[in-house]
């Protein structure tokens, strides 16, 4: 699957971060696997989508969209979510978030990307809407 090209609309992978962090929390309040299954396949799509975006915006480009999963954390207050890729010349690309709160109206994300071993982006929101730089 070829990466996407378009740069979605500031703001958007940023809200949808949050949403989809907000309906994993809901689904695993409720105890509903469906719903919990598709929340959790959409934010890791919108880590991946954000992660793709940001990278290409810094010169890299990836052989193939990163493959994330978001691993048990034994509560719906913090998620987590792992993904790996490779860049066209081969080297090993690691994306890792954390999201604590995540069961409240006001949950704190943090997103790393390394690339090559070194860290390329360290910051609270991934995707082309987010508005920090570090």
């Known amino acids: 699957m070829t990466p996407p090209t378009a740069a979605a609309p500031r703001g958007r992978a940023r809200r949808l971060g949050v949403t989809f962090v907000a309906l994993l929390a809901v689904a695993g309040l409720s105890g509903c696997g469906a719903m ?13 989508d954000g992660a793709v975006a940001d990278l290409r915006a810094r010169g890299v480009r ?8 978001t691993p048990s954390t034994g509560t719906v207050a ?5 993904c ?5 010349d081969g080297q090993p690309v690691q994306i890792r ?10 949950p704190r994300e943090r997103y ?4 090559g ?15 920090r730089t570090t």
């Not at 913090?78 to 792992?82: A, D, N, W």
């Open 36 to 48: 919990q299954r598709i929340s959790e396949g959409a934010y890791r799509n919108a880590v991946a």
């Open 62 to 69: 990836l052989h193939a969209r990163p493959v994330c999963q």
């Open 78 to 82: 913090e998620v987590r979510i792992t």
């Open 84 to 88: 790996t890729a490779r860049t066209t």
């Open 97 to 106: 978030g954390t999201v604590t709160a995540a069961d409240t109206a006001e």
């Open 112 to 115: 790393q990307v390394t690339v």
């Open 117 to 131: 071993g070194r860290l390329l982006i360290d910051r609270d929101c991934i995707g082309t809407g987010c508005r």
